[in-house]
């Protein structure tokens, strides 16, 4: 790491978790677009997580039938129709 950077380099050890891949054969099932609102999207299985950027909410999206490597950070705005999940 660069000197220019303050990070303490210590992880407490209750924070590591084994890695589990997910192969294909793991897939729930094939995702599939949902039209709402004459709208196609990809429907949420659940918020996995909500930090702030630059004063903005974002929520880790898991997406149904997707790979936990497919899970993005998505703004509020872009979860409109999900608001239950995102309280």
Known sequence: MPSTIRIHLVV???RVRKYKSQVEGQ???TPQLVVIEG???WEVE???NKRKVQRKDKYLVQW???M???DTWES????KNVMELVK
């Open 39 to 41: 709208e196609e999207e």
């Open 27 to 29: 897939r729930k099932e």
């Open 68 to 70: 936990a490597e497919e």
């Open 64 to 66: 149904k039938g997707c």
């Open 76 to 79: 509020r705005d872009n979860l």
């Open 12 to 14: 407490n050890v209750s």
């Open 46 to 48: 659940k918020i996995m």
